[in-house]
């Protein structure tokens, strides 16, 4: 079975095959479902996922604990650099004063109306999350390839532009998921209406691009290229659904990948270019960032099932609602097939969303998902573990930990 799980982790990259897939990885649609075994046996159903799970780390048969407290290995109230610090925000913001205003300069346009749409999220209400990943691991890079304690503009740059985009997305999913509250008040699309939305997303995405342009370096403009791309394209993941139970996780975890990690993986990635040479640094920060942003978007998954509107700023229960089949979801149709026909017609009949919500909540679904997010993590973890010891290499550590335990 061991064998199984291997086979399962490493034929299911949706990068080049040199590329280390990390404890659960998005593939090719499909490629989660069965593979070929050399000698030609049956192939790996997706019903026996949560049981590889289960073997293939010795430590998930007292999953419960996992659950309900974090492992030493993300707890580092000191860090291991030996230094000080208060927390990971804290240490970023230092970088990011004046981000969001910094952004809505970025944004100016003359028109009032289209102004106060395209500037409507930056007012510093958000977690910011993003950003702070993308200056601590610049700085983390600088200290690790010649000990140097500047912050470069251009990888400064790099923040903004990546909140930029960030935020352009959330106007556009609004649109298309219908949402009318976000961060705790009404979206733009509900205040402004559909198209106008559309075009200030649009607005927001074409300043970010002005920005990169502006710092010069062809790679970084390549590698934040393919985000917007990937967003684009797991948009229309999401749009689409698997009928073959085998494929489902697969199409998941890559929508997941594109949706939400691909930025932060990528982001990451721009910064250590722009600070190094080295190919292997560059590498570090792309699987760190893809494996937080991935345990990210696990955990967010299963706080729409156990968190309350008031603190997610957003309706919980929103997946299901939207006909969609998160984590979860699918950890729960192992327990309760009858689930599968809910899946496929996408929680369209009447009570389908709370029978659902239902076997969730009484299934290891959220359990289940929360650990994988722990996997994720601890890949995070060891790969950032590479660098040079620093305050901000260890506050990228600890924020593995915050992912984690996060209520909203």
Request: hydrophobic share 40%; glycine share 6%; net charge positive.
């Amino acid at each position: 079975m061991a064998a199984r799980w291997w086979r399962w982790r490493h034929g299911c990259s949706w990068r080049p095959a040199a590329r280390n897939p990390g404890p659960g990885c998005p593939g090719r649609a499909g490629s989660l479902g069965p593979r070929a075994a050399p000698d030609g046996r049956a192939q790996i159903p997706y019903c026996s996922l949560v049981k590889n799970l289960t073997l293939a780390f010795p430590s998930v048969h007292s999953i419960s604990r996992f659950y309900h407290t974090t492992p030493a290995v993300f707890c580092c109230s000191k860090t291991q650099s030996g230094e000080k610090y208060s927390d990971p925000f804290k240490l970023g913001w230092k970088d990011l004063k004046g981000l969001y205003e910094d952004i809505r300069k970025e944004v100016f346009v003359s028109t009032t109306e289209l102004k106060e749409m395209s500037e409507y999220y930056f007012d510093g209400k958000g977690k910011g999350f993003r950003p702070i990943i993308v200056v601590l691991m610049a700085r983390a890079c600088n200290i690790h390839h010649n000990n140097s304690r500047d912050m470069q503009a251009n990888q400064r740059s790099i923040a903004l532009i990546t909140e930029m985009i960030h935020t352009a997305s959330l106007v556009h999913d609004d649109v298309i998921d219908n949402a009318r509250s976000r961060r705790g008040k009404h979206t733009v699309n509900n205040i402004w209406g559909e198209k106008k939305a559309v075009l200030a997303g649009d607005l927001i995405l074409s300043a970010a691009s002005v920005a990169l342009a502006r710092i010069g370096n062809t790679t970084v403009l390549s590698i934040l290229t393919e985000v917007i791309e990937d967003l684009v394209r797991g948009e229309f993941l999401q749009l689409g659904s698997k009928e073959n139970e085998n494929e489902r996780f697969a199409h998941y975890l890559e929508k997941t990948f594109k949706k939400t990690a691909s930025l932060i993986a990528n982001s990451c990635k721009a910064v250590s270019v722009l600070s190094c040479p080295d190919p292997e640094v560059h590498e570090i920060a792309y699987q760190y960032g893809k494996n937080v942003g991935i345990a990210f978007q696990l955990i967010d998954d299963v706080l729409d099932f156990t968190s309350c509107s008031d603190k997610m700023g957003k309706p919980t229960a929103a997946d299901l609602k939207l006909g969609l089949a998160t984590g979860p979801v699918l950890f729960a149709c192992q327990q309760f097939p009858e689930m599968n026909a809910m899946i496929m017609r996408r929680f369209s009949f009447p009570g389908d969303v709370d029978r659902a919500r239902q076997y969730v909540l009484q299934s290891d679904g959220v359990r289940q998902t929360t650990y994988l997010a722990q996997r994720y993590c601890h890949e995070a973890v060891r790969e950032i573990s590479k660098l040079r010891a620093s305050p901000e290499r260890d506050a990228l550590i600890q924020l593995s930990e915050i992912v984690l335990t996060r209520d909203k």
